[in-house]
């Protein structure tokens, strides 16, 4: 049964720093497009990062304060997250995409797989 996992959130102050990652099996996240997206309260869920063979992209949102990375040999995805703003707060998830293996994408709807979320907080 294909999985994949968030961890890593939290609660941070603004201007600090959370990591997350996404674990996968049964999928090889190097065959794969991996997006991570996130939906604050009382929004809709929006595309924040995704990482695949030709590289990563970023909503103009995080841009410069995000990075996304990939361990193929531990088939894992992460996204750190730098200079973090109250809304940045939200739940994220972590999805894939067998299509976007070469150039990702941050639609949801091109999305096969989905974590169930990690909620990071960002809050003084």
């Known amino acids: 049964q294909v999985q994949v996992v968030e961890s890593g959130g939290g609660l941070v102050q603004p201007g600090g720093s959370l990591r997350l990652s996404c674990a996968a099996s049964?999928?090889?996240?190097?065959?794969?497009?991996i997006a991570w997206f996130r939906q604050a309260p009382g929004k809709e869920r929006e595309g924040v990062s995704c990482i695949s063979e030709a590289g990563t992209d970023y909503a103009d949102s995080v841009h410069d304060r995000f990075t996304s990375s990939r361990d193929n040999a531990k088939n894992e995805v992460y996204l750190q997250m730098d200079n973090l703003k109250p809304e940045d707060t939200g739940i994220y998830y972590c999805?894939?995409?067998?299509?976007?293996?070469?150039?990702?994408?941050?639609?949801?709807?091109?999305?096969?797989?989905w974590g169930k979320g990690t909620l990071d907080t960002v809050s003084s």
């Open positions: 999805a894939a995409d067998s299509g976007g293996y070469y150039y990702c994408s941050m639609t949801s709807g091109d999305m096969e797989y």
């Open positions: 049964v999928i090889k996240v190097a065959s794969y497009g």
